[in-house]
Structures are given as structure tokens and as C-alpha cells.
């Protein structure tokens, strides 16, 4: 009887280990850190194009080449970049607080902004 306690103890360690081993992050995908400050930078790169030249981003080549000069200022590549949004996404918890940490940058940003519009008047 005692073997059969250890045996089931030895299993259920190995079902907590290889369940919580399945949510690990994997070596390649981007940390939270520094998704956020992407994303945050990628906003900011998508409304600048958007709202100082009118212009469509997807797909436009000037800003597909601004955003090679953006991964390599994160340290990144597109190929990586393209693996953590699939990562995050289908971790939509880890992707809302991402999510809602660049919302919150962006906010700061705005209103930093403000502040410094309203001494140019």
C-alpha cells in the first residue's frame, strides 16, 4: 500500500511539472518588457505615418523599412517579433496586460504632450 502512495505522489508531481511546463515562454518569443516598449514605439510609428501623412501603413514600404530600423532598436527581428504576437495570442491574458501597459504608455505620452503644447501658447 505504501508503494502505491508513492507512485501516485511521483505522478502527480510529474502532471504538475508537465502542466505548468507548458506555459513557460519560450527562449525566442520577446518578454513582456519588451513587447510593451515595442508595441508602444509601433503605436507611436503607425499614428505618426497616419495622421502627418495621410497614408495607409499596411503595407506601405517607407513604413516596412521604418519598422526594420524599430527592431533593431529593440534588439529584435521580424521573424521574432511575428513569433510573440502568435505567442501572446494565443495567451490572451499575457496579451490584454500587454495590451493595457502600452494604452497606459501611450496615455502618459499624450498627456506629457499636452503639458507641452499648453507652454507654446
Known amino acids: 500500500m505504501k508503494q502505491n502512495g508513492k507512485i501516485l505522489l511521483a505522478l502527480a508531481l510529474l502532471a504538475i511539472l508537465t502542466v505548468t511546463g507548458c506555459h513557460r515562454r519560450p527562449h525566442d518569443v520577446l518578454g513582456e518588457k519588451q513587447m510593451v516598449a515595442l508595441l508602444t514605439d509601433a503605436y507611436q510609428l503607425e499614428g ?4 502627418e501623412h495621410g497614408i495607409m501603413t499596411v503595407g506601405n514600404p517607407a513604413v516596412l523599412a521604418t519598422y526594420d530600423e524599430l527592431f533593431a532598436k529593440h534588439n529584435t527581428t521580424r521573424e521574432q517579433f511575428d513569433k510573440s504576437i502568435e505567442y501572446y495570442m494565443r495567451h490572451a491574458n499575457k496579451y490584454e496586460a500587454i495590451h493595457k501597459q502600452v494604452v497606459a504608455n501611450l496615455d502618459d505620452q499624450i498627456k ?7 507652454d507654446l501658447r
Not at 505618426?48 to 495622421?51: H, K, L, R, S, T
Open 48 to 51: 505618426f505615418y497616419a495622421v
Open 112 to 118: 506629457q504632450l499636452g503639458d507641452v503644447s499648453q
